[in-house]
């Protein structure tokens, strides 16, 4: 398995219309893309930080993912992502370590990335995504 990068951080937010002037007029980051992934239900608006990026995600549903994260947990970090080079092997990789997974292969994310999760019970409790560019390894 090899990881490369933290590819971005997600925080979840109850609307990015009230989240994004934030990280704009007060951080002076640029929002450069905003995509809804429906399969997810979930809006996101990204920002660059050198290399990587910041992710927030708001639900399009209550009872999505981000939408039931945010009613336990309320707004705040949700994930944390990494480029990782092969990512079906990589998924092989930590199954065979014990490494329990949410995606035994990869799915369609945001930016046309390819991506899945593992689980934070074996994570030490953040919710791990891997990504990888299609087409890359």
Do not use: W
């Not at 990881?3 to 934030?22: D, F, M, N, Q, R």
């Not at 660059?48 to 209550?62: A, C, H, N, R, Y």
């Not at 999760?117 to 953040?126: A, D, E, M, N």
Request: aromatic share 8%; charged share 25%; glycine share 10%.
């Amino acid at each position: 398995m090899k990881i490369t990068h933290i590819e971005h951080l997600g925080i979840a937010v109850k609307s990015l219309e009230t989240a994004i002037p934030y990280y704009e007029e007060v951080l002076g980051l640029k929002c450069y893309a905003i995509e809804e992934v429906a399969e997810q239900k979930v809006k996101t608006a990204f920002f660059q930080v050198g290399q990587t990026k910041i992710e927030l995600l708001e639900s399009t549903d209550p009872e999505g993912p981000v939408g039931k994260f945010i009613e336990k947990k309320g707004e705040g970090i949700h994930h944390l992502a990494f480029a990782a080079e092969g990512l079906q092997s990589s998924l092989d990789f930590l199954a065979e370590k014990g490494v329990t997974l949410i995606d035994k292969s990869p799915r369609k994310g945001a930016e046309g990335l390819n991506i899945a999760f593992l689980h934070p019970k074996s994570t030490f409790g953040v919710l791990t995504e891997l990504c990888e560019k299609p087409g890359c390894c």
